[in-house]
């Protein structure tokens, strides 16, 4: 349901003066004002449990023009920590703060939504979830593609028995265009940095970890990437414990747009979630049936997914629903992110514990 | 662009306090609480540039629950147009209020968006159209459909030359279900009721209006709405005074979903616009390879329009640039409904002024 | 199931030497030898029990390449129509020879298959009618779209229940380019000679004949076609005897190839013929995401209805199976045509006996 | 073009009798009856240049049938070869025939087109291409997927640069379901039997051999095939000596039909070869919206492509144009069989000679 909607069927329920409604709305800081952060707070502004209190950055002037936009307050991280009127922070920060941010929020005794990856250590993000363990305070991590419609009708009717038990999955997932360099040279490699989605991907709809990882990559679409000891087209393979086969294709460029399709064989069928596509416009001409591409990158395809994950995260606080995504869940991607790594660099098969 | 992006690049050339903020938004009192009022209370409440001031409703308990939702006040609609801080009302009354609304709101210096039709009599909707005319305010009707991303893209296709010269036009249009023959026998009829959305689209895409008109209707779906004095399936064409030609398909059951498809053949190729589905799942068994359906009813198809219909009025309205739909666009719609009407009713083509 | 495949299988059934089995052949005899000739020759050629004897046409090198291609003898029609030891003859004259070789060939104790239309003028098809019926040999007429696999998938899934009670029918027929206007000014004019086949689709979908008859047409497409009298562009709207409505559209030139396609709305789904596609390559680039076009004329959409429809035949006749078209169809669908194109001259409704 | 077409637009330039052009026609011997046996029987018998002669198989019934339908007569394999009226051989038989019955024809003077997989064992293999190189004479190996249409199209559209440089293939062939264990007990395995035609498929549309091969496989559909030593999912990752990649992805059960796509992503663009389907016709309905399944099998799907490629055999021979897939294609995907069938036992990657 449309989420404006649903808010309205909420206020069928339950009328109460303004005032009163916003005691109970969470409190949010938001760390972190890029690109993503701006996403994230036109969702925490728009949804009506949750309220955008204040905004930080590194960059002041990107938490001002932020925070002006919702009416928020600039402060730095350390304020935002420290004030007990917030109930949750979102980080949309650097990778390299995420742990630290993760374990000082948590102690502080917020709820945290994270975005991806954890960290791109997987022993600091291993060590991260020990604390955050014994503060018993709920982490969400931001894998976005679980909350888009389509992958989730996918997920819904495979766990619905549709297609019978799930033996083959393939998932494509293609950037419009690569990184500069520079960003590729601290993004952890693709593994870490961009398959890391689709990592979660597998463990979301297989269910469990694989035992073996095999990756080929190469630096095909921009040498400079190669020379910066990463790649930019890759596929992994990986198996599991029932003989189940997943196989990830990534690649840097796909200049028709961002293309992000999930198919899973079962015994008794097959589910496909294909691209969104810009329009429903079909043009046929002398040159062919030229229909819209697809939406061009992850801020178009997945807005619907970003309110709906930010959703999730605020029923789950206030209503005590179940986290959707956890700190384990981003730490099993990263596992594989790794593996992946080690078998793209040595050729050989990595086999995980069970 | 995403209507939260929009606003973020226009927040990164115009960084200024909340309150100055505040004085630059049009200032909105909605007239009717019931389902299309809230639609609106949605897109005017979440665009950065309009407020809901003030919401009104003969049946109090609607109105109080969307001021509620939106921290705006409950009043009545003569106290609404009094108010000088309003700047703008959104007319979602009942059909037979709309004239006097529209004619009320403008004298009072109020921009005006009135939920279409105008009215279901003509010349009542073209006395509206004089008394109007002298206030100079601007008056938009809520042709939503013109603000699909899908049939505007469309119509920007054929106005770019990509089909050439436009031939023939195809309108298909069914709802999911017949609306209560008790609201039938008040509706004007399927071709002021329905079909007038239809009709607006014709004029949107052709660009003129037609010539003649040609109706053929039944009661097939419901023999009560026969036994009401109406049709339920209904086929129109049009012709324009340099041969094109349109035709329009109605339909009051479509058991599949909201069947909403357009298809303009020029003379370098045909442009179509076809139905948004749920989702882009597609499942292969053994009974076959089954899409999801398209979104369900008007709600849900064009909540985007909607929005964006929103996002015109106030543009238009704060930055002066022209109103996208005029009063005299809806009266051209009626103009061809009544047109219709008498063509079913007699089963003789009806003639139009040049 | 694939001609060659149904062959094999009623081989196994039945192994003769191939002496005794041309015994049990149709012997046929071919009267024209143009483009649709040759396409019948193959077809003839090709089905396991037929055998195609002679070839007949005024421009004696046509028969000859076509004789000499299939190891067949050219006579004149007189001569086939003389010999015993031909069984039946496909008729593809021109139109103005039809009704004249059906009353010969039947009167000589053959059956035929004849092309559409029987005749340009509804008086003489209802005198040859007559004649025939006086013979008791099997006449099939030509009209070859409800042999194509897609067409016959739809009624068959209409008349198995699968949308319910039919109510609405748009049969959509472009074809890429206009013939010449030598040709258009003995052809009868668009309706029927074009549309013909579309009201051949509706009778074959509808199951009935319509009770009113409405149509409008232009010359968009070529002024020199109106300047002939005749139109390039029409609407067709039948309505029937319990309210459902058929909306048939026709243009002379859809650049991007032979448009196709019916679609038939029943109270409990829609059903959607659509177009063969050259092939099922997709190419996404910069530019959009470009199909295939429809195939481009009735020699490639309707290759595999002709061998079904050739098939058929030699079924009735050797196997006693129902004629699938009658004579009476082909009257039937010229009953429409005479209709619509007094309709479209007239600009007014023309109703037809029950 | 349609095959009869062709046929046409050949004779049109070439009227000769009948007798005379027998002389010019490719006499057949077909050496094996069966399932496959029957397709290549249709199409050598309506190839108006080519002509069934004899047919041999060990069960005399099935070739007793065969002959009969086609007007040819029943001889032994020596018979057939021994005789010099007789052009060229189809070779049928069952896998383990192949190497001698070619090595035999070639000796005998005759054009082979040989069904795949050349032989099971590439030593075999090896030592027939030895011989069949001294004779001179031309052996095509039967890899239909080449002439499917869809398929050609694709690597028509890679060669004509309308991607860019290519960089990723992935190859989806599922099977509907999967061949009896006592088949595959004698099949060499799924790499061998089954994804040998897209091993050849990688080959040809990335034009050469790869340097590594990886492959996963378990048996997942059926234990049995396991208790066999043998796989029923795999996935095959090759690389390339310039960094392109290649995914093959089997399964020997897809319930809803053959599933046989293409994807190759290249620098500028995308290109998919999507399935057929069984016909055009769509079905919206409460619930769902219902396209055809994809054609059943490989005899449905592959039907065009097997006349294809029986008339690029028949052109290579008589016409003298280059052979589309020599026996040395036959052994380059024999090689990858062999380096799959060890990578999937072993575990580990298998190199390439360059």
Same mark, same amino acid.
């Given at each position: 349901?449309?989420?404006?909607?649903?808010?309205?069927?909420?206020?069928?329920?339950?009328?109460?003066?303004?005032?009163?409604?916003?005691?109970?709305?969470?409190?949010?800081?938001?760390?972190?004002?890029?690109?993503?952060?701006?996403?994230?707070?036109?969702?925490?502004?728009?949804?009506?449990?949750?309220? @955008? +209190? &204040?905004? #930080?950055?590194?960059?002041?002037?990107?938490?001002?023009?932020? %925070?002006? /936009?919702? $009416?928020?307050? !600039?402060?730095?991280?350390?304020?935002?920590?420290?004030?007990?009127?917030?109930?949750?922070? @979102? +980080? &949309?920060? #650097?990778?390299?703060?995420?742990?630290?941010?993760?374990?000082? %929020?948590? /102690?502080? $005794?917020?709820? !945290?939504?994270?975005?991806?990856?954890?960290?791109?250590?997987?022993?600091?993000?291993?060590?991260?979830?020990?604390?955050?363990?014994?503060?018993?305070?709920?982490?969400?991590?931001?894998?976005?593609?679980?909350?888009?419609?389509?992958?989730?009708?996918?997920?819904?009717?495979?766990?619905?028995?549709?297609?019978?038990?799930?033996?083959?999955?393939?998932?494509?997932?293609?950037?419009?265009?690569?990184?500069?360099?520079?960003?590729?040279?601290?993004?952890?490699?693709?593994?870490?940095?961009?398959?890391?989605?689709?990592?979660?991907?597998?463990?979301?709809?297989?269910?469990?970890?694989?035992?073996?990882?095999?990756?080929?990559?190469?630096?095909?679409?921009?040498?400079?990437?190669?020379?910066?000891?990463?790649?930019?087209?890759?596929?992994?393979?990986?198996?599991?414990?029932?003989?189940?086969?997943?196989?990830?294709?990534?690649?840097?460029?796909?200049?028709?747009?961002?293309?992000?399709?999930?198919?899973?064989?079962?015994?008794?069928?097959?589910?496909?979630?294909?691209?969104?596509?810009?329009?429903?416009?079909?043009?046929?001409?002398?040159?062919?049936?030229?229909?819209?591409?697809?939406?061009?990158?992850?801020?178009?395809?997945?807005?619907?997914?970003?309110?709906?994950?930010?959703?999730?995260?605020?029923?789950?606080?206030?209503?005590?629903?179940?986290?959707?995504?956890?700190?384990?869940?981003?730490?099993?991607?990263?596992?594989?992110?790794?593996?992946?790594?080690?078998?793209?660099?040595?050729?050989?098969?990595?086999?995980?514990?069970?």
């Amino acid at each position: 349901m449309h989420a404006g909607a649903k808010w309205l069927s909420f206020r069928k329920r339950c009328v109460i003066s303004w005032q009163v409604w916003e005691d109970y709305m969470l409190k949010v800081g938001l760390l972190g004002a890029g690109r993503i952060g701006q996403v994230h707070a036109v969702n925490i502004a728009n949804n009506p449990r949750s309220k @955008l +209190v &204040a905004v #930080s950055d590194v960059h002041s002037p990107s938490a001002e023009k932020l %925070a002006a /936009a919702y $009416g928020a307050e !600039v402060r730095t991280s350390e304020e935002i920590l420290a004030d007990p009127a917030i109930n949750a922070v @979102l +980080v &949309a920060t #650097s990778t390299d703060t995420h742990s630290d941010l993760i374990e000082a %929020a948590t /102690a502080s $005794g917020k709820a !945290v939504l994270c975005e991806k990856p954890v960290d791109l250590s997987l022993t600091r993000a291993e060590a991260c979830l020990e604390k955050v363990r014994k503060t018993g305070q709920p982490v969400m991590i931001g894998f976005n593609r679980r909350f888009d419609p389509n992958f989730a009708a996918l997920k819904a009717a495979s766990l619905g028995g549709e297609i019978g038990k799930s033996e083959m999955l393939s998932v494509t997932s293609f950037d419009p265009a690569p990184p500069p360099v520079s960003y590729i040279k601290v993004s952890g490699g693709l593994y870490r940095d961009m398959m890391i989605h689709d990592f979660d991907m597998a463990n979301f709809l297989m269910g469990e970890r694989p035992v073996t990882v095999r990756a080929v990559g190469s630096a095909i679409v921009d040498p400079e990437i190669g020379a910066a000891g990463d790649v930019d087209t890759a596929v992994v393979t990986l198996t599991y414990g029932d003989g189940r086969i997943a196989v990830i294709k990534n690649s840097r460029r796909a200049v028709y747009g961002y293309d992000q399709r999930v198919e899973l064989l079962g015994s008794t069928g097959l589910l496909q979630a294909n691209n969104m596509l810009e329009n429903t416009v079909v043009k046929s001409t002398t040159e062919g049936v030229v229909s819209a591409k697809p939406t061009f990158f992850f801020l178009e395809r997945y807005m619907p997914a970003y309110a709906a994950e930010w959703e999730a995260f605020v029923a789950a606080i206030l209503d005590g629903t179940e986290l959707p995504v956890t700190l384990e869940d981003g730490i099993s991607a990263l596992v594989l992110a790794e593996a992946a790594t080690q078998a793209s660099q040595t050729g050989k098969a990595v086999e995980l514990p069970g």
